[in-house]
């Protein structure tokens, strides 16, 4: 799919002397939605939506990954750090809020295009015209989960636009619940549409399986424990079985080179094919298709920094040690900190820094835990705008240990549980969750307790 991401538009200008005179080559609604391969460049328009700034190219992993448990933000830019400490001064402040629901409600808007117009175009294969409904209804569905995720609250703050909007529109505003359960409407439209798998051209589309995934969680979100376990039992032990598993070596899910591998449910597709501009520019002229994330937030002199990890998750890996008495590869492949040197072997690199004593003492690197998780350091010695690494929205470790807690919380047995959790730890040469932590074997809200930990 990465070769079709980039559509290139082409605009004349007409020079007339009569402002009123229209365009004759200006694209309009009556001229398009004619063809198949309009329909294609429709929904293909909806995936462009991910490497705009206020989603999943820059803005969004801010709101996602700084605003919680695990990373926080020390940025010299006072309304960015606050935004992520849950101080709103300013409700307006646009990269923090705005655009990121801005260029939601495009993305919105965009798959509605399709689903009002494509199922009125003649296809010569009625399963096509259906895969591409299916897509809008997933891309749908996971903008307004993530609305859900963000703005959801019980106050009525949130459209459910379902049509394309027109100026002057003034939709009803919903609760979280609604928009989750809006999002679990077209989750379900699309997992009845949408292919088990795609061919490798068209690699990173959505599938039945990201569908059913994205459903869970939704349905997760509102306690629906039992429908979130017959959602995510497709992938683990149902039809779905075939195409998922865990990636032998676990740094792969997080390498350019080993993209779109067994383990991923859903990821975005990033290319540095066409190095746009890195400012903030016309990105449906001009986009800009990598990752912006490792510039904001790589060590100081690399990357502005902007984010950064909490230390208690480098103490919390480092509570428990593997089978062979060393530390779990899961913490060298997420952060870079001032031990890394010494507690993995050839993990002195960080970009064009080596981890030591000198580097660690400076005054503006002591103490402070980075993401390395998701940065381009596995390849080259620098980040920017332009990182090409896939970022794994849902990979199947995660739809385990989703599960896992299902079938606890939906009252299952719990030796089930545990056993999809091992599976995770075994992977990475982990113990089991009996001999390094025996209290979850007998206690339900132990084992939950623990499963918090596991999902870091």
């Not at 935004?83 to 808007?109: H, K, L, V």
């Not at 809008?136 to 995720?149: D, E, I, K």
Request: proline share 4%; charged share 25%.
């Amino acid at each position: 799919m990465k070769k079709i991401i980039y559509l290139l538009f082409a605009v004349f200008l007409l020079n007339s002397c009569d402002v009123s005179v229209d365009n004759p080559n200006t694209i309009t609604t009556a001229t398009f939605w004619k063809t198949e391969t309009d329909a294609q460049y429709g929904i293909n328009a909806v995936y462009n939506m991910f490497y705009k700034p206020g989603t999943y190219s820059r803005w969004l992993w801010f709101r996602l990954d700084l605003t919680s448990d695990e990373g926080f933000s020390q940025s010299p830019w006072a309304e960015l750090k606050e935004w992520t400490q849950f101080q709103y001064r300013n409700y307006n402040f646009w990269e923090g809020n705005s655009w990121t629901y801005r260029d939601s409600y495009e993305a919105i808007f965009r798959a509605n295009q399709v689903l009002y117009h494509v199922p009125e175009i003649q296809f010569a294969n009625e399963t096509e015209k259906n895969k591409i409904l299916g897509q809008a209804y997933f891309l749908r569905g996971l903008f307004y989960y993530n609305l859900a995720v963000l703005w959801g609250s019980e106050n009525n703050s949130l459209p459910i636009v379902l049509e394309p909007s027109t100026p002057g529109m003034q939709p009803e505003g919903h609760n979280g619940i609604a928009v989750y359960q809006q999002a679990i409407s077209d989750f379900t439209e699309a997992q009845k549409v949408l292919p088990e798998v795609w061919d490798d051209t068209n690699k990173g589309r959505a599938t039945k399986g990201a569908a059913l995934a994205f459903r869970a969680k939704c349905h997760m979100q509102l306690l629906q424990w039992n429908e979130a376990k017959n959602d995510l039992q497709w992938l683990v032990e149902g039809e779905g079985k075939k195409y998922y598993d865990l990636a032998a070596n676990y740094a792969d899910n997080f390498r350019k080179d080993t993209e779109n591998n067994i383990e991923s449910v859903f990821e975005i597709q990033y290319s540095d094919i066409h190095k746009a501009p890195a400012g903030d520019g016309d990105f449906d002229v001009d986009p800009n298709l990598g990752l912006n994330r490792g510039q904001f937030f790589a060590p100081p002199g690399i990357g502005w920094t902007d984010g950064e990890i909490r230390p208690w998750l480098v103490t919390e890996f480092k509570k428990e040690k593997n089978l062979n008495e060393g530390y779990d590869i899961r913490l060298r492949h997420t952060a870079f900190y001032s031990e890394q040197h010494l507690d993995f072997p050839n993990n002195e690199r960080i970009y064009r820094e080596v981890s030591n004593d000198a580097t660690w003492n400076r005054d503006n690197w002591k103490g402070r835990v980075f993401y390395r998780k998701y940065s381009s350091e596995h390849f080259r010695d620098f980040d920017d705008y332009h990182n090409p690494t896939n970022v794994r929205l849902v990979r199947f470790a995660d739809v385990l240990l989703m599960y896992a807690e299902c079938i606890a919380q939906s009252g299952g047995n719990l030796s089930d549980a545990i056993a999809h959790v091992d599976r995770v730890r075994a992977r990475v040469e982990m113990p089991a969750l009996a001999v390094n932590h025996p209290a979850v074997v007998s206690s339900k809200d132990a084992f939950l307790k623990r499963l918090q930990v596991e999902r870091v």
